[in-house]
């Protein structure tokens, strides 16, 4: 009997185990099947419509299986609306952001976590952070707008990859502080007997124990960066705009032009599905630990 | 070991240095920036215009801006039922997928996609797919006998379609993040209810539940406190319209300052949605604070 406990590992969970010794079954497949079905159609409709003929994707009856493929819509949003400009936007912004934020976002959090501040500073940076996560984005909107405008800085990246960074920055402490107190500190105590100093510690002995956790913030940043529009539309005028903009664009200035309209968001959706499904345990991971962190 | 913690403590700061000058700088000054303009009168569109102090008129007007009421409703409604059914909804999908085998990953990677997708994508995906004349939902729907529905221009169903769109995007969010605690419950205590007969029902009641609901309680407050943000979804599918029926809080703040040029109203709309929302967070961490402390 031990070894026939032991022959069978924790392959299913306690939650799975309980509901498929019931009637579960078609209860589940049910589920999974109204679920896949009501992410997938959208999605097929999305994907179709981009590479419907313009009479297609305007027609009612609406066509379900086009007729034809063209890659029309692609080459109008790349010539005509200059749509590769803007993706170049989107990375410069959302990368130059995600390393930003997770340097800063991973030292300020190693600080807090293992530096030697007392208790009570401790507990009031965790809660400043805390709340700097939750408050509303559009409370900043108007002195933003302004300041840039004075600064001159509006309609540029820089504007957008300032606050981005500050956006992300509190969620990515908190998702490290999580990492970080997870690491054994008796690691930290005998490197520091060996007189390795606290750059050296965090750079060379956690840092690479955290790996997960960085890959989860950059991801989470990268993710919340390129899909950002709320300041993407009132810090850019042209020069700057990022996708998003581009996709409300075409609700406010072309109407009807879905098959555009459906390219540029299939433009817009791939890199962040790619980079998502790469990293999918971690990106998982980090929800999880945001989630229960705070 | 004390030799080290005078260059430790010089560390320490300059490690948390860049962030704290940067969220003082990018977050804090502008907060106190609209603390200050809520006292004036600023009208962005006028050239060379001094801003006027006017000391609390702004905040009078609150109290009498009936379109604001009807605002803070619709942000209340949509926001209680949008998450109220990703919670049910999640927790539901989150029960079948709760698995670490193979197809539960795959169906991960799918479910996963909307929540990853942009919001103003998601947007003008659905208002393509919601048009009452040649979209694909009233076609669909016209099979099983159910005439052309105004999704997006009749002011009930508006309301109802941002909320479809919120649950569609986001309950993936909450099974994920269900399944992950699932996952984690212990075993045993369920096997021993199994073998004394309890019914799966009373099992998830009595124990599934209960020792869920510390991560229901976060998963609540973040999609709550999110849901008070929402924006991009309902700014590209009916900005607010049709007239007020969708009209939101971040949406209104950003009318009056960037449509209508009224900084100093808009200032002290953020001020008082920057209050709400911090009494709510902490009502919301005092009750999960509550709820940690019987757990452990």
Redesign the interface.
């Known amino acids: 009997m031990v070894t026939e406990k032991r022959r069978k590992p924790?392959?299913?969970?306690?939650?799975?185990?309980?509901?498929s010794?019931?009637a579960?079954r078609p209860?589940?497949y049910i589920?999974?099947t109204l679920?896949?079905l009501?992410?997938?159609f959208?999605?097929y409709?999305?994907t179709t419509?981009a590479f419907k003929l313009p009479q297609e994707y305007?027609?009612?009856?609406?066509v379900?299986v086009p007729s034809a493929l063209t890659t029309e819509s692609f080459t109008e949003i790349f010539t005509r609306d200059r749509v590769l400009t803007y993706f170049g936007n989107s990375m410069i912004i959302s990368i130059v952001t995600t390393a930003l934020t997770t340097l800063?976002?991973s030292?300020?959090a190693?600080?807090?976590v293992r530096?030697?501040?007392g208790k009570r500073a401790r507990s009031i940076?965790g809660i400043w952070f805390?709340?700097?996560k939750?408050?509303?984005?559009?409370?900043?909107?108007?002195?933003?707008?302004?300041?840039m405008r004075t600064l001159g800085l509006m309609d540029t990246q820089m504007a957008l990859i300032?606050?981005n960074?500050?956006f992300n920055?509190?969620l990515v402490?908190w998702l490290m502080m999580g990492f970080f107190e997870q690491t054994p500190y008796s690691l930290e105590e005998s490197a520091?007997?060996d007189g390795c100093?606290?750059?050296g510690r965090?750079f060379r002995i956690i840092l690479p124990m955290t790996k997960p956790g960085l890959i989860a913030s950059a991801i989470l940043t990268f993710?919340a960066t390129?899909?950002e529009?709320?300041f993407a539309v009132?810090l850019s005028i042209k020069r700057s705009k990022t996708?998003?903009?581009v996709?409300?664009g075409?609700?406010t200035d072309r109407g009807?032009a879905?098959g555009p309209?459906?390219a540029t968001?299939l433009v817009?959706?791939i890199p962040?599905?790619i980079l998502?499904?790469i990293v999918?345990k971690d990106?998982?991971?980090g929800?999880?630990m945001g989630?229960?962190k705070? | 070991?004390n030799k080290?913690?005078n260059?430790?403590?010089l560390?320490?700061?300059l490690?948390?240095a860049?962030?704290?000058i940067?969220?003082g700088i990018?977050?804090l000054?502008?907060?106190l920036?609209?603390l200050y303009?809520s006292f004036f009168r600023m009208k962005?569109n006028l050239p060379n215009q001094v801003p006027r102090f006017i000391g609390l008129d702004n905040y009078a007007r609150i109290l009498s801006d009936k379109l604001l009421h009807t605002s803070t409703w619709n942000t209340l409604l949509f926001t209680v039922v949008s998450v109220s059914l990703e919670v049910v909804l999640g927790m539901?999908?989150a029960?079948?997928?709760?698995?670490?085998?193979r197809w539960a990953?795959n169906?991960?990677?799918?479910?996963?996609?909307?929540m990853?997708?942009?919001?103003?994508?998601v947007g003008?995906?659905?208002?393509?797919?919601f048009d009452s004349?040649?979209?694909?939902i009233n076609?669909l729907l016209s099979f099983v006998g159910i005439p052309g529905i105004n999704w997006l221009s009749d002011p009930t169903m508006a309301m109802v379609s941002v909320i479809f769109v919120n649950v569609?995007q986001l309950t993936?969010?909450v099974t994920?993040?269900c399944a992950?605690?699932?996952?984690a419950?212990?075993?045993d205590c369920?096997?021993a209810a199994?073998v004394d007969g309890a019914?799966?029902g009373y099992?998830f009641r009595k124990i599934?539940l209960p020792l869920m609901k510390p991560?229901l309680v976060?998963?609540l407050m973040?999609r709550f406190?999110d849901g008070?943000?929402v924006?991009?979804t309902v700014?590209?599918m009916t900005n607010g319209g049709p007239g007020t029926a969708t009209e939101m809080?971040?949406n209104y703040?950003?009318k009056q300052?960037?449509r209508f040029f009224d900084?100093g109203y808009?200032?002290s709309l953020?001020?008082v949605?920057?209050l709400l929302?911090?009494v709510l967070?902490m009502g919301f961490?005092k009750w999960r604070k509550s709820e940690e402390e019987k757990v452990w």
Request: glycine share 4%.
């Open positions: 924790r392959d299913y969970t306690s939650v799975e185990a309980i509901l010794a019931f579960g209860f589940k589920m999974i679920s896949l009501l992410v997938l959208p999605l409709w999305l419509s305007l027609a009612y009856p609406p379900i800063f976002g030292m300020a190693y600080a807090v530096g030697p501040l940076f805390l709340v700097q939750m408050y509303p984005a559009i409370a900043t909107a108007i002195p933003v707008y302004l300041v300032i606050m960074t500050s920055l509190p402490i520091m007997l100093g606290f750059m965090f993710n390129w899909n529009f709320l009132i996708l998003p903009v996709i409300a075409f609700i009807l879905w309209m459906a968001a817009t959706l962040v599905i998502t499904w999918q990106f998982v991971n929800l999880a989630a229960v705070g | 070991m080290y913690r260059s430790d403590k560390a320490t700061w490690f948390l860049p962030t704290l940067y969220l990018t977050a000054l502008p907060l920036y609209s303009l962005l539901m999908v029960m079948v997928i709760c698995s670490n085998k990953r169906v991960t990677s799918i479910l996963m996609i909307p990853v997708m942009a919001p103003v994508a003008t995906l659905w208002r393509m797919m004349t040649t979209g694909i076609y569609w993936p969010w994920i993040i992950a605690g699932l996952k419950l212990p075993g369920m096997q199994l019914t799966p099992i599934v991560v976060i998963v973040i406190i008070f943000k924006f991009d700014y590209v809080l971040p703040i950003y300052g960037l900084a808009a200032a953020a001020i949605f920057v929302m911090s967070s961490l």
